[in-house]
């Protein structure tokens, strides 16, 4: 009888990350952190992590010949089915480490854009999903042709492109532009969605993947969008009507989640998703409070807003999961860097009604892109 509880049954991974000097030891920590709930999220069970300092990485396999052995040992000992490199690699990289490994190599964009491949709903995410995921193996295609080929399933395998992802560069390209034809089409039918709420009033939702956005939307606009404790559960833009108090009403969407070194192909593939942010009147840039790193995370969310041309917007800073923040300190930093903060417990309710009392005020004086009266909704110099 077969006694493999769901646990064993998960792919086994080791995370990795090469690093040029030890002091970016801590920060690796960190980012292997992260990459280990993004391996969580995409159905991986992580079993070791490895960090090697290595001022100059080998062009050929990344990673020194000793470490390889080691890496290799490891594989064999535990029954590797995957090494997820925190650095980007090259298709020879990869080639060359599943020479020397018994088992598969991705790198952490491939595990991104799994996460997005497992939790693309609709239609428009779809195609967002497959578009960047042939953007990215396009972009890996450097002379040689038979590399594409990834057979076995597993995490970074999966996606609607999984099979597509087998045909070559020529029918890459056409696929390219016929979801790209498709994309603007879904766009196209949207506007007319658009057009109707072109004098209320738009808010739109950013921050790093898991601040509680949906948490948030959920609550203020009793909508019931999905929640979860894993990374990228939101693909799309979800927008509701809110009326905050009177019958005074506003147009609230929920986006995508950034995390740093968004794969570039998704930020680009994603830009009608992002659109809502575009369009928005202000951002609510949500923040974890209770994250340790949220300073970094802000700065993350400021330079995906840089990349499609929103950094200039009009902000509201919002702090949440305040219930799980006992240090006074902690909120007095925020307040330093961002004195106009609001601090909210999307979860609990505490603090909404301060929200919504700030976002009718601002609905009022009509805070609009390009007005400069409001110096506070700008970001702080230090952030520039
Ligand atoms: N304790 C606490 N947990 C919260 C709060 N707000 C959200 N959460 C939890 O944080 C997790 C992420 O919440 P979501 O609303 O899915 O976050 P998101 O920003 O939409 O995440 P993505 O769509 O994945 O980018 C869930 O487990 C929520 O229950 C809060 O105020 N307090
Ligand atoms: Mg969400």
Known sequence: MDRRTPEDL?????????????????LAAEALDELKTLTETAGGRVVERLIQIRTRPDPKT???????????????????????????????????????L??????????????????????????????????????KLTGRGGELSRLGGGIGTRGPGEKKLEIDRRRIRQRIRYLKRRLKSIE?????????????????????TNAGKST???????????????????????????????????????????????????IASFRATLS?????????????LSDRDW?????????????????????????????????????????RIFPNAVFISALKGDGIEGLKLTLKELAQKEVKYGQKEEPQLCWPSLYR
Do not use: W
């Open 10 to 26: 998960r792919e086994k991974v080791i995370l990795f990350a090469l690093i040029r000097s030890p002091q970016s030891r801590f």
């Open 62 to 100: 990344l990673i020194g010949s000793g470490k390889m052995k080691e890496l290799a040992r490891i594989c064999q000992e535990h029954g590797i089915d995957l090494v997820i490199f925190n650095n980007d690699l090259t298709p020879s990289q990869i080639g060359a480490l599943e020479e020397h």
């Open 102 to 139: 018994p088992c598969r190599v991705i790198d952490r964009t491939a595990l991104i854009l799994d996460i997005f491949a497992r939790h693309a709903r609709t239609r428009e995410a779809k195609c967002q999903v497959e578009l960047a995921q042939l953007q990215y193996r396009l972009s």
């Open 188 to 208: 196209r039918s949207r506007l007319v969605q658009r057009k109707r709420r072109r004098n209320l009033f738009k808010v739109a939702i950013v921050g790093y």
């Open 216 to 266: 948030l939307l959920n609550r203020l606009a009793r909508e019931r969008v999905k929640v979860s404790n894993q990374l990228f559960t939101t693909l799309d833009s979800i927008t509701a009507s809110v009326y905050i108090r009177d019958g005074f009403k506003i147009i609230l969407s929920d986006t995508v989640g950034f995390i740093r070194n968004l794969p570039h192909q998704l």
């Open 276 to 288: 809502v942010v575009g369009e928005a009147d202000l951002l609510i840039i949500l923040t974890d």
């Open 295 to 335: 300073e970094e995370k802000v700065d993350c969310v400021r330079r995906v807003l840089a990349e499609i041309g929103a950094d200039q917007k009009p902000f509201l800073p919002v702090f949440n999961k305040i219930d799980l923040v006992f240090e006074p300190l902690e909120f007095k930093r925020a307040r």
